[in-house]
C-alpha cells in the first residue's frame, strides 16, 4: 500500500497549513479530517438558505501575514477587511461607542471621564509596547531553557535580548503585565466602570477566568497582538467568513499537489519500536507515513488517538493535567432584515463593530461566578457583530447575519451533560439579552444556531470546547505549551509532530502554529525550510 | 421606525472651533487638518504671504485646539512646583512661563506654557492632553484640575504691527505689558485677558476671552488689522516663523514620553539642550533624582541648532561627522528674514561633542531629478531671528 511522506491529522486552519508548507517543500501529504468539510473552528456554513455563519471564530487579526503573502492566499480568495465600532450599553440605556478613530472615541470616553479619556492615550502605548515583546516569537519555535543544545541557547539569548530591550521599566511592566489580572491591570488606568468593562473583554473571551483572575491581562494581549496590514491590535472580518481562510489554505495546499480527505477520522497512530508508521480511521482505512502531525488539542492528540502503551508516562500524566477548560458559547443568527437598537442610528459606525451589554468589572466576574456555579452566566458578556454591515456576501440583500459570542458556558451544566434543553435555555438567555436593547430583534429571528461547549467537542473535536485548544495561562505558553520537554512542536514519538492551537503561539486563527511545526519537521527530514521568517517589527 | 432626530450623534471626527465659521470666508486654499480633533488651517491663501504678515504685519492664529487645564485651589504653586522642572515659585501673579514636565524617568513628558491667573490660580497649556497625569499627580495636594479646553475662545496675535492693531482695537494699557506679562481688558459683557505671549519670536499677544465673545473679538480685531496688513495664519507659515526663531516642538523635535513605544526614544531635558528649564536646586521634583543621575553620567543625545551651508533645507538629513553617521535632523527650514539655513539635529552622544565638522546629507529634487548634496554645519549661538522690537515695551505703534 502506498506510503505517503506525512499524514496530517485534521483539517483545522493550522493543519492545513503545516499540510501546505510540507507539500510546498515538495513531500507527498495526506491530510485527514474527521467532518465532512474543512476548517475545524475556521469555518463558514450555510445552515439557513443564502445565508453563511462564522460558525466558530468570526473576526481576524492574528493570521500572520507573513503566511499569507507566502502562500499566496489572496490569489485563492483571502481577503481581509477591517471594521471598527460598535458601542457597550449601560443598563440604563446609555451606551459607550467604540470609535476606532482616536479624536471620536477622546471625546467619547470624556463623556464618562476625561482622565480617563487621556490615560487610554497612555494605555494604548503601554499595551503596544507589550506587544512588541511577544510578536517577534509568533514565528519562532520556543527555546527550550532546559537544554544545552547551540540553538536553544541562541533562541534563549534572543529571547533575553529582547526582554531587556524592554528597558528597566519595561522589564519590570512586563513581569507584572504576564501574571497579573485584566481587571487589576485596567484599574490602573481608568476610573469609569463602563470604560473597564469595555476593554476587559479580551481578557476574558475563550478563557475560564473571571476578570480578577491572574494571567488574565495576558490573555488581553493575546488579543491585541494581531493587526490587519500593520495596524496592531486591528481586527477584521474574512470576505465570505471565516471558511475563507480555510478554504484559501485548503487551495495552496492543493496547489502544490496535496491529498486531502473528509470523513476520515483518525482512530489511532500506528507506532512500532517508538516510531510513527501511520494512521488507523475510524472506518478501519489504515494510512502509512513516518511522519505523523496531530492537528488536535493536546488532550485528543495523547489520550485519544495515541495507545497508551505507545506513550511514556509522563507524557500521559502531562496530558491529563493539561488545562482545557470549556468556557464559551457561540449563537449565531440569521435575520431577516436588520435589527433596530436604542438609541443608534442604523447608518452609523456604531452598528459596524462589537456590541456589548455589560457595564462594569462587577457584572463581568458575576458572569464567572455562575460559570464556577456550575452553570451559563445568566448575565453573559457576549460579543456581538452583524458582519452583513461590512461583508455583503454572509446573506441576501436586505437579510443580515448576526455573531454572537458568550462568555461564559460550563462544559457541563451542574456536573451533569449538556441536554438539548439546557442548549436551547442557554440560547433563550443570550436572546433576551440583546432583546433588551433591540426591541424588533426576535421578530427578526429566522435562524439561529445555538453551540455549546457540547456541540464544539462534538462538532470541532475542541476538548470541552475550549477555544483555544487549551488555556492561554503563563504555565501553558511559550516553552510550557502544551507541556515542558514538548513546545518544539515534536511529540514523545519519532515522527510524531504536534502543529495546532494546543502549541506555541497558542490559540486563534493565527496559523503560526501550523507553520512553526512545519519548519521542525522540515529541519528532522533535512529538507529545507520553506516556512518564511517573521517581519521584523521596526 | 426610528426617529433619527432623536438619536445622539457624535460623529464628527474633527469638531469646528469657536472661530472656524469666522475663518473660513478666509481659508481659499481649504487646506484644512486635525489638530488634536480641530479644524485648524496649513494655509489660508499662501504661506509665503502669511509667513511675511507674522514677519512684516500681524498673523492671527486659532488656538483654541490647544490643550487648557484650569489649576486652583491653597496648594497649586506647590503642586506645580512638584510637577515642573522650573522653580514655579518664581512665576509672580499675571505672568507667564514656558515649563516641560518630566517623568519619572527623567524623560520630557510635555512642554508648554503655564500663566498664573491669581495668586491660587494657574492655567496650563500643553501639547498633548494631560488630565490623567495631572490628576495622578495630584494625590495629596489640595488643588482641583478642570479641563477648559472647550470653554476659552483664543487667538494668537504675532507680528511687528500687533501691538498697533490691539490698540487700534480699543484695548487700553497694553503699551505697559512687558514679554510673559498678563493683563485684562473689560470686552463687550466680559473681557479679554491679553498675554505677551507666542511662538513667533516676535513682538505678539494672545488673546482669551469666552466663547460667546468669540465672533464679536475676531471681528473687532480683522476691523482693526485692515490697515495694519494683518491676516490669519496657517500652520506652515507657522512652523517656518519657530524654526526661526529657535523653539522647539512637541511631536517632531523630541517625542512626549508617554506615547513612546520603543525603548530609548523618549529624551530628556538635558539632551534637548533645556537644563536651563531645570532647577536642581528645588528639593523634590519628577524626574529630578533620575536626571541628577544623568548629569553625572552624561546624556545619551545632544541636540544642536545649526547652521547649514547653501540654500537647501535639511529635511530629515542625516548628519555626518567626518564621514561617521552621528545624528538626524528634526526641523529644518530656510529662514526668510534672517536668510539662515536653519536645522535642529539630534546627535547621538559623544559624537556629538565635536560639533566642528558636522555634515547633512541633503537630497532634493527638480523635475524628478534627484540631487544629493553634503552641507557644512555650524552649530547657533542664538536663534536666527531675534529682533529687538520683540522686547521693546512700549512696542511700535505701527
Ligand atoms: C466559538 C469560537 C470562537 C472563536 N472566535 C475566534 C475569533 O473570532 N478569532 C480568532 O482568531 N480565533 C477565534 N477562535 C479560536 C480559533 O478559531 C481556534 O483557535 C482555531 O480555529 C483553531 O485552529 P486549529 O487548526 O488549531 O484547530 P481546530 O480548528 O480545532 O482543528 C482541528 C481539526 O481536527 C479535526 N479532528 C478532530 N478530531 C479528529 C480526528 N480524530 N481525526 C481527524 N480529524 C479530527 C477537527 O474536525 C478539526 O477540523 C474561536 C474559537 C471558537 C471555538
Known amino acids: ?538 | 421606525m426610528l426617529d433619527l432626530n432623536t438619536v445622539r450623534e457624535q460623529d464628527l471626527i474633527v469638531e469646528p472651533t469657536h472661530f472656524t465659521e469666522r475663518l473660513k470666508p478666509y481659508a481659499k486654499t481649504n487646506d484644512w487638518f486635525n489638530w488634536k480633533g480641530y479644524m485648524a488651517c496649513n494655509t489660508f491663501e499662501c504661506e509665503g504671504k502669511e509667513y511675511a504678515a507674522i514677519r512684516s504685519g500681524t498673523g492671527v492664529f486659532d488656538i483654541c485646539p490647544m490643550s487648557k487645564y484650569d489649576i486652583t485651589g491653597p496648594d497649586a504653586m506647590e503642586y506645580l512646583n512638584r510637577i515642573m522642572t522650573r522653580d514655579i515659585a518664581k512665576l509672580n501673579v499675571d505672568r507667564v512661563t514656558y515649563v516641560i514636565w518630566c517623568d519619572d524617568n527623567g524623560y520630557i513628558q510635555d512642554d508648554g506654557t503655564l500663566f498664573r491667573l491669581s495668586e491660587n490660580h494657574y492655567r496650563l497649556c500643553s501639547y498633548e492632553h494631560a488630565m490623567d497625569w495631572l490628576m495622578n499627580c495630584a494625590e495629596g495636594f489640595d488643588v482641583e484640575i478642570k479641563d477648559t479646553t472647550r470653554d476659552i475662545a483664543a487667538l494668537a496675535v504675532q507680528g511687528p504691527t500687533s501691538f498697533g492693531v490691539l490698540e487700534a482695537m480699543g484695548l487700553e494699557g497694553l503699551e505697559n505689558l512687558k514679554p510673559f506679562g498678563i493683563m485684562r481688558v473689560p470686552f463687550k459683557s466680559g473681557e479679554i485677558m491679553i498675554s505677551r505671549t507666542g511662538f513667533t519670536g516676535d513682538l505678539g499677544y494672545e488673546l482669551w476671552t469666552t466663547p460667546d465673545l468669540a465672533g464679536d473679538m475676531f471681528d473687532e480685531l480683522f476691523e482693526a488689522g485692515r490697515l495694519r496688513a494683518l491676516k490669519p495664519m496657517g500652520a506652515i507659515a507657522l512652523d517656518l516663523a519657530r524654526i526661526e526663531a529657535g523653539f522647539v516642538q512637541a511631536g517632531v523635535d523630541f517625542l512626549t514620553s508617554e506615547h513612546v513605544i520603543r525603548t530609548g526614544r523618549q529624551r530628556t531635558p538635558l539632551e534637548l539642550d533645556m537644563e536651563w528649564l531645570v532647577d536642581f536646586n528645588k528639593p523634590l521634583f519628577n524626574g529630578r533624582k533620575a536626571l541628577l543621575k544623568q548629569k553625572e553620567e552624561g546624556p545619551r543625545y545632544r541636540f544642536v541648532k545649526l547652521d547649514v551651508e547653501g540654500n537647501k533645507p535639511a529635511h530629515n538629513s542625516f548628519i555626518f561627522n567626518k564621514g561617521k553617521q552621528v545624528g538626524t535632523v528634526t526641523s529644518a527650514a530656510w529662514c526668510p528674514t534672517a536668510k539662515t539655513n536653519v536645522a535642529f539635529a539630534m546627535l547621538e552622544w559623544p559624537y556629538g561633542r565635536d560639533t566642528d565638522n558636522l555634515e547633512a546629507e541633503i537630497y532634493f529634487q527638480r523635475e524628478l531629478g534627484w540631487t544629493k548634496v553634503m552641507a557644512k554645519c555650524k552649530p547657533m549661538k542664538g536663534p536666527a531671528f531675534d529682533p529687538a522690537r520683540k522686547r521693546a515695551t512700549p512696542p511700535s505703534r505701527i
Open chain 1, 1 to 538: 500500500m502506498k506510503k505517503y511522506d506525512a499524514i496530517v491529522i485534521g483539517a483545522g486552519h493550522n493543519g492545513l497549513t503545516t499540510a501546505a508548507y510540507l507539500a510546498k517543500s515538495g513531500l507527498d501529504v495526506l491530510v485527514l479530517e474527521r467532518n465532512d468539510y474543512i476548517g475545524g473552528a475556521t469555518v463558514s456554513r450555510e445552515l439557513h438558505p443564502e445565508t453563511k455563519y462564522s460558525n466558530c471564530s468570526y473576526v481576524c487579526s492574528l493570521l500572520r501575514p507573513e503566511i499569507v503573502r507566502d502562500l499566496e492566499l489572496p490569489k485563492y480568495g483571502l481577503q481581509v477587511v477591517p471594521y471598527g465600532g460598535g458601542v457597550t450599553y449601560q443598563r440604563d440605556g446609555n451606551y459607550y461607542t467604540n470609535y476606532d478613530d482616536h479624536d471620536r472615541q477622546y471625546r467619547e470616553i470624556a463623556r464618562f471621564s476625561k482622565r480617563d479619556a487621556n490615560a487610554y492615550e497612555r494605555y494604548t502605548a503601554d499595551v503596544l509596547k507589550q506587544t512588541r515583546l511577544i510578536r517577534p516569537f509568533l514565528m519562532r519555535t520556543p527555546p527550550d531553557p532546559t537544554s544545552f543544545k547551540a540553538k536553544d541557547l541562541q533562541e534563549l539569548a534572543y529571547l533575553a535580548s529582547k526582554f531587556t530591550g524592554l528597558g528597566e521599566t519595561g522589564m519590570a511592566d512586563a513581569l507584572r503585565f504576564w501574571t497579573m489580572s485584566i481587571g487589576d491591570f485596567l484599574d490602573e488606568y481608568f476610573e469609569s466602570d463602563i470604560i473597564k468593562a469595555h476593554m476587559a473583554g479580551g481578557g476574558i473571551i475563550g478563557t475560564a477566568l473571571g476578570v480578577y483572575s491572574p494571567g488574565t491581562a495576558y490573555v488581553l494581549l493575546h488579543h491585541y497582538m494581531g493587526d490587519v496590514d500593520g495596524s496592531v491590535g486591528a481586527w477584521g472580518f474574512a470576505r465570505g467568513g471565516m471558511g475563507a481562510v480555510s478554504n484559501a489554505l485548503y487551495q495552496a495546499f492543493m496547489a502544490h499537489g496535496g491529498e486531502l480527505k473528509t470523513g476520515a477520522g483518525v482512530d489511532h497512530l500506528i507506532v512500532k519500536n517508538n516510531q510513527t508508521k501511520g494512521v488507523v480511521c475510524e472506518n478501519g482505512d489504515e494510512y502509512y507515513a513516518d511522519v505523523v502531525v496531530s492537528g488536535l488539542d493536546p488532550k485528543r492528540t495523547f489520550l485519544d488517538i495515541i495507545n497508551e502503551e505507545d506513550l511514556p508516562e509522563d507524557v500521559i500524566k502531562k496530558a491529563k493535567n493539561f488545562k482545557i477548560r470549556g468556557s464559551s458559547g457561540k449563537v449565531n443568527i440569521a435575520l431577516d432584515g436588520l435589527p433596530t437598537f436604542n438609541g443608534i442610528d442604523p447608518r452609523s459606525v456604531k452598528m459596524k463593530g462589537d456590541f456589548h451589554f455589560i457595564d462594569s468589572l462587577e457584572r463581568m466576574e458575576r458572569a464567572y461566578d455562575d460559570w464556577k456555579d456550575g452553570t451559563w452566566s445568566k448575565d453573559p458578556f457576549v460579543d456581538l457583530l452583524i458582519p452583513t454591515l461590512v461583508d455583503p456576501t454572509m446573506a441576501p440583500t436586505g437579510k443580515h447575519m448576526m455573531t454572537v459570542f458568550v462568555q461564559y458556558c460550563p462544559p457541563k451544566v451542574n456536573g451533569e451533560e449538556w441536554t438539548d434543553a439546557d442548549r436551547d435555555a442557554f440560547g433563550q438567555t443570550v436572546i433576551d439579552q440583546i432583546a433588551q436593547y433591540s426591541p424588533d430583534f426576535k421578530s427578526l429571528i429566522a435562524h439561529a444556531e445555538v453551540r455549546t461547549p457540547r456541540e464544539l467537542e462534538k462538532e470541532v473535536g475542541l476538548t470541552e470546547g475550549n477555544i483555544f485548544q487549551g488555556e492561554l495561562t503563563f504555565d501553558q505558553l511559550m516553552f510550557n505549551r502544551p507541556f515542558p520537554g514538548y513546545a518544539q512542536y515534536r511529540g514523545p514519538i519519532k515522527g510524531m509532530y504536534m502543529c495546532a492551537s494546543g502549541t506555541h503561539p497558542g490559540g486563534g486563527v493565527m496559523a503560526a502554529p501550523g507553520a512553526n511545526a512545519a519548519r521542525e519537521v522540515l529541519l528532522d527530514l533535512k529538507r529545507k525550510n520553506v516556512v518564511p521568517e517573521g517581519y521584523a517589527d521596526d
